[in-house]
């Protein structure tokens, strides 16, 4: 069952959601989540995050956000959904998760219905659902990927990080091997490192698992993004002009302009509006 988030007045599948997610943590997954995430509202878009590391959520944390519920009280049945957003950046809707509830580290089907059914009643109002994942393997995380058309494995240089992503994308073929998988190389020196990693995990799964893979570019080192997770703040509201941000503004552009997929569920679809302007002149520094 997917993540029913579809528009009442508009086709199914005609909000965006992409799940974001890493076979290894500590690969800047929740940072590209919120860049991405307000990037995406420059661009006038309505965007949620929706953090579904349920039992270990930090993207409030990266926002500076104080919130007073979180989903655990969504899934218990405490809450509504909507009365558990609180505001980000650019009018960014954050949904956080709940931070050491073990019990929220395997969801019931009871919990996946009151997720979707909140994620419905919030749909008119949303053009991007961005979904954060937990990193790993879990059972959480890959039911999560199965409940989405879409999904975005972000990874760094580090050897240990690229075979945890092939990992993740061998279980994702075998659970649906029509799944659409994108990867996003993080911390890159330069578009030939970035390359490079990229390049090892499409031959592995086009030897081995026989799939594609599509590119989502790369996010480039920048001590831009160092500074802004200390003062808690997007790096490209904080820094608008470091190198980190135009490649945010280059994926932002990229996830606007995917065409729909085909069959049941959510899918990505364009966005009136983009595919000019500067994203699209700064793609040298960041495809």
Not at 9 to 31: D, I, R
Not at 268 to 284: F, I
């Amino acid at each position: 069952m997917s993540l029913q988030v579809a528009r009442p007045s508009e086709p199914a599948g005609s909000v965006v959601t992409l799940a974001v997610t890493s076979g290894k943590g500590g690969v800047g997954k929740t940072n590209v989540v919120v860049n991405l995430a307000v990037a995406l509202a420059r661009m006038r878009n309505r965007v949620a995050i929706l953090d579904a590391d349920f039992g270990l959520g930090n993207v409030d944390v990266l926002l500076g956000l104080a919130p007073r519920h979180h989903l655990g009280h969504v899934l218990s049945g405490e809450k509504a959904l909507r009365d558990i957003i609180v505001d980000g950046p650019l009018g960014v809707r954050i949904i956080p998760a709940s931070s050491g509830l073990r019990e929220l580290t395997a969801l019931a089907p009871a919990h996946w219905h009151r997720l979707n059914a909140g994620l419905a009643d919030l749909s008119p109002e949303l053009d991007f659902l961005l979904v954060d994942t937990g990193a790993g393997i879990s059972n959480n995380v890959v039911d999560m990927l199965m409940r989405v058309d879409r999904v975005l494995i972000v990874t760094s240089l580090e050897p240990t990080a690229v075979v945890d992503a092939y990992a993740l994308i061998k279980i994702l073929t075998l659970a649906d091997p029509g799944r659409d998988v994108g990867v996003l190389v993080n911390g890159a020196r330069d578009a030939a490192e970035a390359d490079l990693v990229y390049r090892q995990l499409e031959v592995a799964a086009t030897r081995f698992l026989q799939r594609p893979l599509s590119s989502y570019g790369f996010i480039v080192h920048d001590p831009a993004l160092r500074e802004s997770v200390l003062q808690q703040r997007p790096v490209v509201d904080l820094q608008p002009n470091a190198s980190a941000s135009r490649c945010f503004r280059l994926l932002a552009a990229r996830v606007a302009s995917l065409a729909p997929l085909g069959g049941p569920g959510l899918r990505l679809v364009p966005r009136r509006g983009v595919g000019s302007g500067p994203a699209d002149l700064e793609a040298p520094q960041c495809a």
